[in-house]
């Protein structure tokens, strides 16, 4: 699975018309929150989630405009857990900058990332619409999965044994919630019938898990140039990503050596070396390949379902398909 597909048109769109608006918000909050969390957007991605966002709404027949609200609102609190995830990781660098906290202070990173997050249900709720107290629910709902899901990401630290099955359940709520949310917010911002936004957020859903099987890839093998993070940064951090547990639960001496590795309180270099070998001849690298097409092949399949419905735009679906392929087949 590489990258090499040309960048979809959909992303500099939903930019051109989420970014006034999220510049807008940010422009509300005051002096002493405004400063670190503009320092923060202008070193952001490219921008999938409000573009899926935007094509959920049209999808459903309506106007790229009715996917406003909810591409800000997911991009702020996407931006709102990655402020706090730096801290919690202790990351100094994200994209080659330094994190709002390594520039600002702790505190200023705990505040800020709180401020997006009740930006984002203050940008829905400015216009109480029974569609966007729905989207605002929604959103509550996929922000307490993404908060369980990280919990159980700490909680992996301390624990010598994790299935896959528990690592697939953490990453459907950390990364999983918000890509299924990004994906049908347009559609009940547009008010679509409930099976349709239920089917745009299984395609949601399963592309968070493809993603994040490729993230944990390009945290062990990814090249520090394109993913802006030192090489090996999770096998530094110990992190237990999908490829190390699949290593862990071969049943082999590959996943003794390895286990023997995460129970140091460091690890140097060499060390770091060592344990992305045994990685991949435990089957890591292998395993989480083949989970991550599994699981794009299950998002396109909802895609295949809701272009039943005759009120779905083909073309927004299609345009979705196209972005899926983009945002998980990256190089690694």
Not at 7 to 20: G, H
Not at 86 to 112: L, P
Request: net charge negative; charged share 20%.
């Amino acid at each position: 699975m590489s990258g090499g597909s040309q960048t979809p048109a959909i992303l500099e769109r939903a930019r051109n018309l989420v970014d006034p608006a999220i510049a807008a918000a940010l422009g509300g909050l005051c002096t002493e929150l405004r400063v670190p969390a503009e320092y923060h957007f202008q070193g952001r991605g490219k921008g999938t989630r409000p573009a899926l966002a935007i094509l959920s709404a049209e999808a459903a027949g309506a106007p790229s405009e009715t996917g406003v609200p909810g591409g800000v609102a997911i991009e702020l609190i996407h931006d709102f857990s990655l402020i706090h995830d730096d801290i919690i990781d202790n990351d100094a660098e994200r994209r080659h900058r330094a994190t709002v906290w390594a520039k600002f202070g702790v505190g200023v990173g705990v505040i800020a990332g709180d401020a997006l997050h009740a930006l984002a249900f203050q940008t829905l709720l400015s216009d109480p619409t029974p569609p966007r107290v729905k989207a605002a629910k929604h959103l509550a709902e996929a922000i307490s999965a993404m908060i369980a899901g990280q919990s159980m990401d700490m909680a992996f630290e301390e624990m010598p044994n994790i299935t896959l099955e528990q690592c697939l359940a953490m990453e459907q709520g950390k990364t999983g919630a918000l890509l299924s949310y990004a994906s049908s917010v347009g559609a009940i911002l547009a008010g679509a019938d409930d099976e349709v936004v239920e089917r745009l957020a299984d395609y949601g859903m399963h592309m968070g898990i493809a993603f994040q099987a490729v993230d944990d890839l390009l945290g062990i093998w990814g090249d520090p140039e394109r993913t802006g993070k030192p090489a090996g940064a999770d096998l530094r951090e110990r992190k237990k990503s999908v490829p190390v547990v699949i290593a862990l639960n071969s049943g082999t001496s590959v996943a003794d050596d390895l286990a023997d590795l995460y129970t140091r309180p460091e690890l140097e270099a060499k060390d770091v070396s060592a344990a992305r070998a045994l990685v991949d001849v435990g089957g890591g690298r292998e395993g989480t390949q083949a989970l991550a097409r599994t699981h794009l092949g299950q998002a396109m399949s909802a895609l295949d379902s809701v272009s039943q419905f005759p009120s779905v735009v083909s073309e927004a679906v299609e345009e979705m398909r196209s972005l899926a392929q983009f945002i998980v087949g990256r190089d690694f």
